[in-house]
Every structure is written in C-alpha cells, then in structure tokens.
C-alpha cells in the first residue's frame, strides 16, 4: 500500500524559506498535490502537479511564492515556499491531485514567526 512520507518542515521568519519533499514508496505516475492544514481549519490544496510535471496549479494564497516539482526517478514530490507569511503555517500533507487518496502521511509541520 502507498505510503507518503513528508519532511522539511520547520521554523521560518517570514520572508523566508522552506522546501518540502514527500516520498511515495511506490512508483506511480499520476498528478500529485501538497495540502495543508492550519489550527482550526479545513485541510486545503496549496497546489498540483500533473503527471509529467506540467500543468502545475497553484492556490491564491501559493501563486507567486510557492513551486511545485517532482523526481519520478526518485518517486518525490517537492514543494518550494518562499517569502514565507504567517499565514503559512501549517501542517503540510502530500497525496494525489484528484480521486480516492491514498492514506495520509504524519505531514510535516511548518510554522511561520518572528
């Protein structure tokens, strides 16, 4: 069975840094997205990739700020954040774009503060 494994999460000062990366332990070739969750809040897309690595989607809130890539060679999925915001900070999952998902990884927590 599928297994997401997200790491890279951290402490950021807004403004800055951060990239993520979630490991498949299978090989599959389907569009992969980042989710994210805050305190509080619904679990929400950040942003999508398709199978060969375009199109990508991004959420209003990542446009600008956040790419997402992807190493099918090396099953992962990455999602580069910068010019961090408070607003940001979250619990970020990794599963499909679309239809029935995969069961969701431990995530890896970013948190956004001076």
């Known amino acids: 069975q599928m297994q997401l494994v997200e790491s890279g999460g951290g402490s950021a000062q807004p403004g800055g840094s951060l990239r993520l990366s979630c490991l498949m332990t299978?090989?599959?070739?389907?569009?992969m997205a980042w989710y994210r969750q805050a305190p509080g809040k619904q679990r929400e897309l950040v942003a999508s990739?398709?199978?060969?690595?375009?199109?990508?989607f991004y959420a209003d809130s990542a446009k600008g700020r956040f790419t997402i890539s992807r190493d099918d060679a090396k099953n992962l999925v990455y999602l580069q954040m910068n010019s961090l915001k408070p607003e940001d900070t979250a619990v970020y999952y990794c599963?499909?774009?679309?239809?029935?998902?995969?069961?969701w990884g431990q995530g890896t927590l970013v948190t956004v503060s001076a």
């Open positions: 599963n499909k774009a679309s239809g029935n998902m995969w069961p």
């Open positions: 299978e090989t599959v070739f389907v569009s």
């Open positions: 990739i398709s199978r060969g690595g375009t199109p990508t």
